[in-house]
């Protein structure tokens, strides 16, 4: 299993920027999946989910309304885009995924991509 993310950058307040991560090594379209993010010196924290299908989503209350979680299941892509942002939005954002590995969950995370809100 592999998750790889991209997208993150500079970006000013007010601004927008899109998140990608791209899985691989399982059966994408059977598996939910989250973004979680990880402000310096915090905990990493739950942001968006969103079900196998793309039906149904789910959004911190902190994001509510300025992100939108979505996904493509033909090219195995996970996406985030987030609108009016927030200095307290800069954080490493990760993509997480919890796949049946030989009968066993496990946990992945891919490695990251840092976002950085500020003028």
């Known amino acids: 299993v592999q998750l790889v993310e991209s997208g993150g950058g500079l970006v000013q307040p007010g601004g927008s920027l899109s998140l990608s991560c791209a899985g691989s090594?399982?059966?994408?379209?059977?598996?939910?999946m989250s973004w979680f993010r990880q402000p310096p010196g915090k905990e990493r924290d739950w942001v968006a989910i969103?079900?196998?299908?793309?039906?149904?989503?789910d959004y911190a209350d902190s994001v509510k309304g300025r992100f939108t979680i979505s996904r493509d299941n033909a090219k195995n892509m996970l996406y985030l885009q987030m609108n009016s942002l927030k200095p307290e939005d800069t954080a490493v954002y990760y993509c997480?995924?919890?796949?049946?590995?030989?009968?066993?969950?496990?946990?992945?995370w891919g490695q990251g991509t840092q976002v950085t809100v500020s003028s």
């Open positions: 997480k995924a919890r796949v049946n590995t030989n009968g066993v969950i496990r946990t992945y």
């Open positions: 969103i079900s196998s299908a793309g039906g149904t989503t």
């Open positions: 090594g399982f059966t994408f379209r059977n598996y939910g």
